[in-house]
């Protein structure tokens, strides 16, 4: 079968590889009809993992399933399903407590599994006409509908970037009413947008500097902040002291203490890269602009990755992983701060009704559809993020 595999920094390549045959009771295999390519691979392409060349990547998987094992009861040949981009086994004290992102069992290694990913077990990747679903009870999401049918972009955001996006407005206490800014209108911020719409949010501000990306800010109903115009911040709060009776709603003394938002969501994380048009200080400067965005008592959700070891990182610091927080700014003005990987169960079956019944269409964020032949390409682009490439689906139409 066809599979994309590391090879090395910005390289990827497509390889013959053989099909799953080795099964245990519990596994199901999945012919896989699409995958997505994640920011979060452009960690392992732009060469800051330790993943070894040669193995194969994709952690964003849909198909039908193929075959089970003797003791897998709820999943049939012919479902139709979608992978939580994270491995679990339901059972740990993690699981239990709907922490699938931070299961125990499942990687000898880590503190969590997932598919074709550096450090997250042996698991291999869907990014390949066919994949190993370990404990396939837990790990498969059912959904409805034929491959390829009107819903197949909007199901396939259920593996990743939606529920995580989602988790990004959880972890900042989006709610009804609340005013949110969104640092990166990447998959994850776009869907981090969306969500806080469904949250009932009154304002969501996105900030990035990629005209297409800013463009489907304003698609999805919220306010698209380009960087490139000056200082997000800034832009922020000017937007808002102009919002009719916004200003006229506050009691003296409040007016100079609530100009920023109450949720804040960093969709960014560690960039290695530099953007010669917007002079960034890395990732450092998105965690900056969120503690200067947001107000007292507020929220700040972190689903961005910070990873390390990165040699290649510019401080001495960063190549460890560590990237400074004002911890008396956050303490004085009592913000808390959350972050981690999502764990994907806890919310996709809502997620998946709310696509279902027709009150979400996250999958108009796609821009691409390929095959796997032109998926070192797509790699290329959409890790420069030229031409429009923002979301981009490798397909096997069989
Ligand atoms: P992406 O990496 O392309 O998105 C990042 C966006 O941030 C880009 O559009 C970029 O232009 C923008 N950006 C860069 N620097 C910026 C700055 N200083 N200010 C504002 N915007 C800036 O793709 P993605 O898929 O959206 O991934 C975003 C992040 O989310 C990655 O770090 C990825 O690893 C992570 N992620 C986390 C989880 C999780 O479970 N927590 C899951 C999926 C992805
Ligand atoms: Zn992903
Ligand atoms: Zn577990």
Request: one cysteine or more.
């Amino acid at each position: 079968m066809k599979a994309v595999v590391f090879e090395g920094k910005s390289r990827m390549r497509v390889a013959d590889e053989n099909k799953p045959e080795a099964m245990g009771s519990k596994d199901a295999v999945l012919r896989v009809t699409t995958s997505a390519i994640c920011g979060s691979d452009l960690h392992m392409y732009e060469g800051r993992t330790a993943l070894p060349a040669g193995q194969m990547v994709g952690h964003e998987i849909m198909g039908v399933i193929e075959r089970v094992g003797d003791a897998v009861t709820s999943i049939r040949p012919g479902d139709r399903v979608v992978l939580p981009f994270n491995i679990a086994c339901g059972y740990c004290y993690n699981c239990h407590r709907g922490y699938t992102n931070m299961c125990l069992t499942m990687n000898e290694e880590g503190p969590h599994a997932a598919y074709g990913y550096a450090g997250m077990g042996p698991y291999r990747g869907g990014q390949a006409e066919y994949v190993l679903v370990p404990n396939a009870d837990f790990n498969c999401l059912k959904v409805p509908g034929q491959p390829f049918d009107q819903w197949e972009d909007d199901f396939i955001l259920l593996a990743d970037v939606f529920p995580t996006g989602y988790f990004g407005a959880e972890l900042a206490h989006v709610g009804p009413g609340k005013s949110v800014a969104i640092f990166g209108a990447g998959p994850v911020g776009l869907m981090a947008a969306l969500s806080s719409r469904i949250k009932g949010a009154s304002e969501v501000y996105v900030v990035d500097f990629i005209p297409e990306r800013l463009e489907k800010v304003k698609e999805l109903g919220a306010t698209p902040i380009n960087a490139r115009d000056g200082d997000p911040v800034e832009q922020i709060v000017t937007l808002r002291a102009n919002i009719p009776g916004l200003q006229g709603r506050l009691r003296p003394g409040e007016k100079d203490k609530l100009k920023g938002v109450d949720c804040v969501i960093d969709a960014v994380g560690y960039q290695a890269r530099d953007d010669k048009d917007y002079a960034h200080e890395k990732s450092t400067q998105v965690l900056d602009n969120m503690v200067r965005i947001v107000n007292p008592a507020g929220h700040i959700g972190i689903v961005g990755v910070y990873i390390a070891p990165d040699p290649g990182a510019p401080t001495a610091q960063a190549k460890q992983g560590v990237f400074a927080l004002p911890m008396a700014e956050l303490f004085d003005k009592a913000v808390s701060v959350g972050m981690g990987q999502c764990p994907v169960k806890r919310y996709n079956e809502y997620l998946r009704d709310l696509i279902i019944t027709g009150h979400a269409r996250p999958g108009r964020i796609v821009s691409h559809h390929i095959r796997i032949d032109q998926a070192p390409e797509a790699y290329k682009k959409f890790d420069q993020r030229t031409d429009g490439y923002t979301k981009v689906l490798i397909q096997f139409p069989g």
